[in-house]
Structures are given as C-alpha cells and as structure tokens.
C-alpha cells in the first residue's frame, strides 16, 4: 500500500513538475513571439526611412547637378553680357539702341 502512496505521490509530483515545465515554456515562446513582431515592425520602418533617406540622396544629386550647371553659366560671358545689358543698361560700342515711344 504504501509503495502506490508513493507512486501517487511522485506521479503528482511529475505532473506537478511537467505542468510547471510546460508553463514556462509557453511563457517564453510568447514572449518570443512579442518580441519577433516587434524586431518585424522596426524592421518594416528601418526599410521604409532606408527609401526615403535613398530618394531624398537622389534629389540631392540632381539639385547639385542644376547648382554645378547654373555656376557654369554664370561664369560664362553670355550671363555676364546679359546682366550688363538687362540690370546696367551697357551696350557694345557700336551697337544702336531703339527704344520704342510709348
């Protein structure tokens, strides 16, 4: 008799221990599963500021490319002319101006 008290007794304790056990594991694999869709959201923004931060690049390209074309015009000597005559009023030597009545 008292070796089934026994096996009772350790078949409670097993299943006690084999709950316990089952409990911590299904503790974990949630905290697994919050801690997955978090690290999947961050990465879902990272790649999303990775393609703005990529686009705006390429702006930044192409304003620095309009920047470089306007510097060469305005070191050529047809800006040079052009703002002599439009903001100055200068005209070559042997040029005849008409202005027009009003």
Avoid: C, H, P
Wanted: charged share 40%; hydrophobic share 40%.
């Amino acid at each position: 008799m008292s070796q089934r008290k026994n096996k009772k007794k350790a078949s409670k304790s097993n299943r006690r221990g084999m709950l316990a056990i089952a409990f911590v594991v299904l503790v974990l694999l949630i905290v697994l599963l919050v801690q997955s869709q978090k690290l999947i959201r961050k990465n879902q923004e990272y790649t999303e500021r990775k393609e703005t931060l990529e686009q705006e690049i390429k702006d930044e390209e192409i304003r620095a490319d309009e920047i470089e074309e306007l510097k060469d015009y305005v070191d050529s000597t047809e800006f040079i002319e052009k703002i002599a005559r439009d903001k100055l009023g200068l005209v070559y030597d042997d040029e005849i101006i008409f202005k027009a009545e009003e």
